[in-house]
């Protein structure tokens, strides 16, 4: 089995927010940026893998601070952890006002990515080379929430959810349960 470097497959991604690029209130439309971050994921995840690659899934999008027409957008990706045909890609969006160089953290997301081979089919990746405090806790971060989501996945099917155990918790919300 192969071994990277982290640095061996980072992206660093920056472009011009122009005015089509914009919602109807003026900012920078969440799409757009969200398309930005699963080009950059890819870009990533193929020069890490040698393959071609596809979007599994996206953990968490949190949309921070909103970002302006005429600034520049800075997106940067990163592997944070390999299994054995996926790979998971951590992307962090920031944003730069030209005229007063003020940058603004606006998003950070993780992209898990399959490579896939020339028949469609899923191929092995490299392992990854973790050679710094950060390498191991970003590693370590994405074991944990891969974890976490299996069992909030499976304690929410609908042979193992228990409604009875969620109505306390429902009444306190903007809902109203009549069964």
């Known amino acids: 089995m192969s071994f990277k470097s982290i640095s061996d ?25 969200l398309n930005l971050m699963d080009q950059v994921a890819f870009a990533c995840a193929s020069k890490h893998s040698g393959e071609y690659c596809v979007t599994a899934s996206v953990n968490r999008v949190d949309f921070l601070n909103p970002i302006e027409v005429g600034e520049l957008v800075t997106l940067k990706a990163s592997i944070n952890y ?9 992307v962090r969006v920031e944003s730069e006002n030209i005229q007063t160089g003020v940058r603004k953290h606006c998003n950070s997301s993780y992209f898990t990515m399959v490579a896939k081979g020339d028949d469609g089919k899923k191929v092995e990746v490299p392992g990854l080379i973790l050679n710094d405090l950060d390498g191991i806790r970003r590693f370590a971060r994405s074991i944990t929430r891969q974890e976490q989501s299996k069992k909030r996945v499976k304690s929410f099917t609908p042979e193992e959810f ?18």
């Open 82 to 90: 390999t299994g054995r045909t996926s790979m998971v890609v951590g």
């Open 162 to 179: 228990i409604a009875e155990e969620y109505l306390e918790l429902i009444k306190e919300q903007n809902a109203q349960v009549n069964l």
């Open 9 to 33: 497959s980072q992206i660093t991604l920056t472009q011009l927010m122009l005015p089509s690029h914009s919602n109807f209130s003026g900012k920078i439309h969440g799409g757009y940026i």
